[in-house]
């Protein structure tokens, strides 16, 4: 499969599934539309738009959901996820505090103090 993107090509799902390799489902498509819309709206504002950081910033978030599959962390708990509980500098002080504030979103953000700085 060529994964070559025109010059000058505009974000759209057709494209981040050519740079995924796959068609998406429809979850993944409805994930996916949701950062193409924040990009749209913020991306000059957090300089998304030099093809540089957007190009990085879309390969992170598609390799933290699983390629826009997931908007939250599976959960077992590993004993990796485990750890979370009473971590402090992720604030999670509070007992349950752990897979409460497992990570969310493309891009996974994880703890209580994390969750409250990025609302």
């Known amino acids: 499969m060529d994964r070559t993107v025109p010059k000058g090509a505009a974000l759209s ?13 429809n979850a993944q498509r409805a994930n996916a539309q949701s950062v193409i ?5 913020y991306g000059e504002r957090f300089g998304l738009l030099q093809p540089h950081r957007l190009a990085q910033f879309l ?10 599959k997931y908007d939250r962390e599976i959960w077992g708990p590993t004993p990796a996820q485990k750890r979370y509980e009473g971590r402090k500098d992720l604030g999670n002080v509070q007992k349950g505090d752990g897979s409460r504030f497992r990570g969310r979103g ?10 409250r700085a990025f609302t």
Do not use: K, W
Not at 15 to 25: K, Q
């Open 59 to 68: 390969a992170q978030i598609m390799h933290e959901s699983g390629g826009f």
């Open 106 to 115: 493309p891009i996974q953000v994880t703890g209580r103090n994390n969750y």
């Open 37 to 41: 819309d924040a990009i749209r709206q």
């Open 13 to 25: 799902l057709a494209l981040l599934e050519r740079a995924y390799g796959r068609v998406f489902t």
